[in-house]
């Protein structure tokens, strides 16, 4: 082992299992991004848990709401990806100018989102301030799987997504 | 969309990449055990966080110390990976059991593990109480890579680890 900088070091993470953030403002009004820092945090209850960076929209509606559903995104929603990330829900309805499709959540206010390779809503239970981001940890409170989509996206570096086939 | 259980929708994680989690007891007796769920949580400062179930020696011993190493393991390490995911350090001392070749750590107590595909030795800065499990975020204050191994390996469901050859 040879010591090196965080930068360098971490760039062995890859690849990185990807999620959308799916938020709404307080009038119901959606947005989304994505996320290279989430993972589960407990099995009773289910929970979810997300990093977001402070500055984000998403990080505003979630702290708003304490509501969010997160969403593992299917292959051919690369460019559904790259977009959310480009620009800021602040600016744009990124829903309907990108015509991302939606389907109705049944606890929560952010809708799911069509043909991903599963959605939870989730309801905040706890946050942890950690630097520059928060983490917000959601139980989830309903699931949802595609019958279509069985593989989800990972980041292979440099925004490169590409799915894992199982074995 | 159909929903399901979490239990069904959640199998949709995997591939999931493995850590393994170093943390000492107050005299300085390493332990270590498999983590699938950990995340990167800040940039600036660079910080980690990894869940712990509550009943996990692990648990009590980053209480306690405040420290932890977080490893990616490398091809080879599947046995290990197992093993100390088997027993607890509360019964045995999986580091001279299994043979567990180590590395001193520069700022923390936790030692490194030689070969694997990268160490970062944390301190924690704050925590988070997630249903069964608890999110401890460590500061980043040195990382380490092989120059041998280069993939980290990841559980394909049911214990089943390999790595994922890059692009």
Do not use: Q
Not at 30 to 46: E, F, L, R, Y
Not at 47 to 65: D, N, Q
Not at 101 to 107: H, R, V
Not at 115 to 142: I, N, P, Q, S, Y
Request: hydrophobic share 35%; charged share 25%.
């Amino acid at each position: 082992m040879i010591e090196t900088t965080w930068s360098e070091a971490i760039k062995r993470k890859y690849p990185e299992p990807v999620v959308l953030v799916v938020s709404c403002d307080r009038e119901g009004r959606p947005d989304v991004m994505p996320a290279g820092w989430s993972m589960v945090t407990s099995g009773i209850p289910p929970m979810l848990a997300v990093s977001i960076g402070h500055r984000r929209y998403t990080h505003k509606l979630i702290e708003e709401t304490g509501e969010f559903v997160l969403v593992f995104p299917s292959k051919g929603m690369e460019g559904l990806i790259n977009y959310t990330g480009s620009c800021s829900g602040r600016d744009v309805d990124k829903f309907s100018e990108y015509g991302i499709e939606t389907l109705k959540s049944k606890y929560v206010r952010p809708p799911l989102i069509k043909d991903a390779v599963a959605c939870f809503e989730c309801k905040v239970r706890g946050k942890l301030v950690t630097g520059d981001h928060t983490v917000f940890a959601g139980e989830v409170v309903a699931s949802y799987v595609s019958e279509k989509y069985r593989d989800r996206l990972y980041n292979f570096g440099n925004n490169r997504f590409r799915t894992i086939p199982g074995e």
